[in-house]
Nanobody, 123 residues
Framework: QVQLEESGGGSVQAGGSLRLSCAASGRTFSSYAMGWFRQAPGKEREFVAAISWGGNIMHYRDSVKGRFTISRDNAKSMGYLQMISLKPEDTAVYYC????????????????WGQGTQVTVSS
């Protein structure tokens, strides 16, 4: 079992930056791929980014490429999502997630989820 807790959400103006953090506890976090998802009001939850267990393979949805950076620190059992050049359409609840596999696979749902943190970007 892995427990995940997000932090770092908030309200920013368009063009601003935020850094989300995900604190993991429980089973060996370093052996799991992890990811970030988001859900905007009235919309389905969507994939944002994922990173392999070793931190050397990353995946991003097209709309955040070049603006968001996913990373992890296995020694601290932490994951991060650095977001720059934020847009109003990035407004959503952001969820940290972990997979019971080393690598992310498209279309495979995570096994563990955090509670989410709100990100609001105003124009």
């Amino acid at each position: 079992q892995v427990q995940l807790e997000e932090s770092g959400g908030g309200s920013v103006q368009a063009g601003g930056s935020l850094r989300l953090s995900c604190a993991a506890s429980g089973r060996t976090f370093s052996s799991y791929a992890m990811g970030w998802f988001r859900q905007a009001p009235g919309k389905e939850r969507e994939f944002v980014a994922a990173i392999s267990w070793g931190g050397n393979i990353m995946h991003y949805r097209d709309s955040v490429k070049g603006r968001f950076t996913i990373s992890r620190d296995n020694a601290k059992s932490m994951g991060y999502l650095q977001m720059i050049s934020l847009k109003p359409e990035d407004t959503a609840v952001y969820y940290c997630a972990a997979y019971s596999t080393n690598y992310y696979r498209t279309g495979i749902d995570p096994d563990y989820w955090g509670q989410g943190t709100q990100v609001t970007v105003s124009s």
